[in-house]
């Protein structure tokens, strides 16, 4: 009892003299600039560590981008060294496939001698190997044949033949194809190519010597190299 009174004596005499009118907002103002300074100090924590994880993920993101520009310089080279492998090598589809059947250099001559008429004209000399591709099939289709020439010279003569005026007649009256053997990249974007040549967003998408190329409206011809080259040609007319 006597403290309670003690402590009401102080306070009393704190408030009558105008002590604790004074200090109060000196207290006050102490305790803001404290807080104030403490949350700074973490803010400035926190802009700091931000500015580091900024700063990582700038390294990140560089070292990512320079990973994917070397992937894709790798990849593009393997594609060509697997490319450059298959020059002297053609794909003829539409043969007609009998029972049986145990060697395809015949009908590759055929094609090439009876249809496109070479000159030269090949001989069984000038093809290393040939054979269907895949498992019979069926639906009663003929397998493509794929043809590997001893030469560069000789794959490069059916290749001229059926470039020609009446080489591309006879090959579309007859129903065959004979193409250049290209790596699962290339063949993808010759694709992608072509589907834009069916939109009308291109003139014509063509293979050549394992190279894809195609023409444009303006008639521009153009190599392409990966499938971002035909983003440009993306676009309705």
């Known amino acids: 009892m006597a403290a309670v009174c003690r402590q009401d004596t102080i306070v009393n005499a704190f408030q009558q003299g105008g002590v604790l009118a004074a200090i109060v907002p000196t207290i006050v103002s102490a305790v803001r600039e404290a807080v104030v300074a403490s949350i700074?100090?973490?803010l400035a924590k926190y802009h700091e560590e931000l500015h580091q994880q900024r700063?990582?993920?700038k390294d990140l993101t560089t070292q990512y981008n320079n990973l994917k520009d070397e992937h894709n310089?790798?990849?593009a080279k393997v594609n060509n060294l697997e490319q450059y492998s298959r020059r002297n090598c053609v794909i003829i589809s539409g043969i007609p496939e009998s029972p049986g059947e145990r060697s395809t250099d015949n009908s590759v001559l055929s094609v090439a001698n009876?249809?496109?008429k070479c000159d030269p004209q090949l001989t069984i000399n000038d093809i290393d190997r040939s054979h269907r591709l895949g498992k019979p099939r069926g639906d009663g289709k003929p397998r493509p044949i794929i043809a590997k020439f001893c030469s560069y010279r000789s794959k490069a003569t059916i290749m001229r033949a059926k470039a020609t005026t009446s080489g591309r007649a006879v090959l579309r009256e007859s129903?065959?194809?004979v193409n250049d053997n290209l790596t699962k990249a290339n063949m993808s974007l010759l694709k992608d190519a072509r589907s834009l040549v069916k939109l009308n967003l291109l003139n014509q998408a063509?293979?050549?010597d394992g190279?894809?190329?195609i023409k444009t409206l303006k008639d521009e011809r153009r190599l392409l190299f990966a499938s971002?080259?035909?983003d440009i040609y993306r676009v309705s007319k």
């Open 73 to 75: 310089t790798l990849q």
């Open 206 to 208: 063509w293979s050549y």
């Open 40 to 42: 700074q100090a973490e």
């Open 55 to 57: 700063e990582e993920f």
């Open 175 to 177: 129903g065959i194809f």
């Open 228 to 230: 971002v080259d035909l």
């Open 211 to 213: 190279k894809i190329f």
């Open 114 to 116: 009876d249809k496109l």
